[in-house]
């Protein structure tokens, strides 16, 4: 259970000794030699889709067992399924898209002789390649065209050309771990279609680099923060983060079962088991943004809202 504190941030007294960024750095680089992949390469996109197999684990649906669910036919829940995918993937390249107009930002100032900047450059790299990867899936899905709402991508427009420091690792870790969460999930789940199991390999291998880049950077950039900053940091990591959950799921995509998008996303708000599966999103990656004092404060109940922290 996660509680508000007002407690003196992590930034005040470490517990962990920060590692050295080139040792990072070079391990991670290690890590990308080794496995990196080409979508085009390794998976197969002209297999036609399996009728009968659902896109995504039934029970994260966000409708699932509703009453509603209870009387879906098995082909309107994997419709259902096809379309959840189609907007989390949308949403998915939203994010990869402000996370590398960010990380090209970042770099811009770094010594590109280092491990640490040519890390950097390689994690740009491997995101244009899951946002094509995704393109392609998109594609394939025939779905409409799902995404965030317009302020929204306004929103990431600023931040994508102003964020820095602890918020904007922060955004990229609970963005990247939410996503992880539900594409391990997948890639373990032998009912799903397997072409979305082995995009979901593919991602999570690849991106648990970026995670353990992002952990070692955040809690470099906490050090030394003023109270001011801490507060403003607060903020802006509790709107993007609380941003990606809040709009992973565009209710247009509840037209495809015959409910009006409104009607839709309020069942899923109202569902106990989609409250559920948001708790589960956050729950790797919360406690560590929360240890690092950046859940605390006014802002604390965005995420509340978002039902990352009860
Ligand atoms: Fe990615
Ligand atoms: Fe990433």
Not at 54 to 79: C, D, I, K, M, N
Not at 134 to 161: C, M, Q, S, W
Not at 169 to 187: C, S
Not at 284 to 307: D, M, N, T, Y
Request: with cysteine; hydrophobic share 45%; proline share 7%.
């Amino acid at each position: 259970m996660t509680t508000p504190n007002t407690a003196a941030p992590r930034a005040d007294a470490p517990r962990r000794p920060l590692r050295d960024r080139e040792t990072v750095a070079r391990r991670l680089l290690r890590s990308a030699a080794r496995a990196t992949y080409d979508p085009d390469a390794v998976l197969d996109w002209d297999a036609p889709f399996d009728r009968e197999k659902p896109f995504l684990p039934p029970e994260r649906v966000s409708l699932y067992g509703t009453p509603l669910w209870e009387r879906l036919t098995h082909a309107q829940r994997v419709t259902l399924s096809r379309h959840e995918l189609a907007s989390i993937t949308a949403a998915g390249i939203w994010l990869e898209m402000c996370l590398m107009q960010l990380f090209l930002r970042f770099l811009y100032d770094l010594d590109v002789r280092t491990a640490n900047a040519q890390f950097a450059l390689t994690e740009v790299g491997d995101e244009t390649r899951h946002s094509v990867m995704f393109g392609k899936l998109l594609e394939k899905l025939e779905t409409p065209d799902y995404g965030v709402p317009a302020p929204v991508r306004n929103i990431g427009r600023l931040f994508k050309a102003l964020g820095s420091g602890p918020s904007m690792w922060a955004v990229f870790l609970v963005g990247e771990e939410i996503f992880d969460r539900m594409q391990r999930a997948t890639m373990d789940d032998p009912r799903v279609q397997p072409l979305v199991r082995e995009i979901s390999r593919v991602h999570v291998v690849e991106e648990s680099r970026h995670v353990r880049y992002a952990r070692a950077e955040i809690e470099r950039s906490m050090a030394g923060l003023s109270r001011s900053a801490l507060t403003r940091h607060r903020l802006v990591t509790a709107v993007g983060a609380t941003a990606a959950l809040e709009f992973m799921i565009d209710p247009a995509v509840y037209r495809c079962v015959g409910l009006e998008p409104d009607e839709g996303r309020e069942m899923a708000l109202a569902n106990p088991h989609h409250r559920a599966t948001r708790y589960w999103l956050g729950q790797k990656i919360v406690p560590f943004i929360e240890e690092l004092g950046l859940v605390s404060g006014p802002a604390a109940v965005l995420w509340r809202r978002a039902g990352l922290i009860h």
